[in-house]
């Protein structure tokens, strides 16, 4: 997708891409992604009178690539989305996350709510009840399994890049790529090895530098879920497939009727 541009945010620079004018709509992706994930929602929340904005997060697509574990911790991420909030001059947004793009959200929610007018979440547990699962024997504990895999040094990166990236391809495929057959855009945005290393230093990081505190979210907030997830179990959506992708139609008409609800 064209029409991006480089900005300087806490210390970085983070590829942006832009359509539309009017309240802002912030898009963060998650894994394997970047702002190509959300090329359905931009032409449509900009043709609904709003200001889309959809940026790749640090690590990937076109931004910066900082080195080291501590660099893609949650705290320093949240630290980007608010320093690229004020680089646009734009004080206070709807923020939509998808993924770890979701996880993001929630924390800012949490912690920076004074920034947002509300959060719509698409297949993102909140950190608390994702924790309470994890901590007991679910089937949620069996699909996140991965994630401890990813907390391997190097490993995980040297498997999924042999054989010219077959093992890559095949997880492309099975996720971002996995309703419309693109696989090209996802391939390029991940022919760096170090773009695939930052991704996977995400997950890393969350356990070895752990984010703040899991608290209560006072901002609107919107879920969608896709129930079927094989990733995410159902079960997380209590007490409180790539939406986006599948049902790009639907959940666009449910973030503009979303975005109008929110306070200003």
């Known amino acids: 997708?064209?029409?991006?541009?480089?900005?300087?945010?806490?210390?970085?620079?983070?590829?942006?891409?832009?359509?539309?004018?009017?309240?802002?709509?912030?898009?963060?992706?998650g894994f394997p992604d970047f702002h190509h994930t959300w090329r359905h929602q931009l032409d449509a929340l900009a043709a609904g009178g709003v200001r889309a904005i959809a940026p790749d997060l640090r690590g990937y697509g076109a931004s910066d690539r900082p080195r080291g574990t501590r660099a893609y911790a949650v705290e320093a991420i949240v630290a980007d989305?608010?320093?690229?909030?004020?680089?646009?001059?734009?004080?206070?947004a709807v923020v939509v996350g998808h993924?770890?793009?979701?996880?993001?959200?929630?924390?800012?929610?949490m912690h920076h709510a004074a920034r947002l007018r509300g959060i719509a979440i698409l297949n993102a547990p909140h950190p608390a009840t994702f924790a309470r699962e994890l901590a007991r024997p679910s089937s949620q504990l069996v699909r996140?399994?991965?994630?401890?895999?990813?907390?391997?040094?190097w490993l995980p990166e040297a498997l999924l890049t042999a054989g010219d990236g077959a093992a890559l391809d095949a997880v492309l495929r099975f996720g971002p790529a996995r309703?419309?057959?693109?696989?090209?855009?996802?391939?390029?945005?991940?022919?760096?090895?170090?773009?695939?290393?930052a991704g996977i230093d995400w997950y890393r990081a969350y356990l070895r530098h752990p984010p703040p505190p899991a608290v209560a979210v006072s901002v609107p907030t919107l879920v969608l879920w896709g129930m079927r997830d094989p990733f995410l179990v159902p079960r997380?959506?209590?007490?409180?497939?790539?939406?986006?992708?599948?049902?790009?139609?639907?959940?666009?008409?449910?973030l503009l009727r979303f975005v109008a609800s929110c306070p200003r």
Do not use: C, K
């Open 99 to 109: 993924d770890w793009g979701g996880v993001i959200a929630w924390y800012l929610a």
């Open 144 to 153: 996140s399994l991965y994630a401890l895999a990813f907390q391997v040094p």
């Open 81 to 92: 989305v608010l320093a690229l909030l004020d680089a646009l001059d734009v004080p206070r």
């Open 1 to 29: 997708m064209d029409g991006g541009r480089r900005i300087e945010a806490n210390g970085i620079r983070l590829h942006v891409v832009e359509r539309g004018a009017g309240d802002a709509v912030l898009l963060l992706h």
């Open 236 to 254: 997380l959506v209590e007490g409180l497939e790539r939406l986006h992708h599948t049902h790009a139609a639907e959940v666009n008409a449910r």
């Open 179 to 197: 309703h419309d057959g693109d696989l090209a855009p996802y391939r390029a945005a991940f022919a760096d090895r170090e773009a695939l290393a």
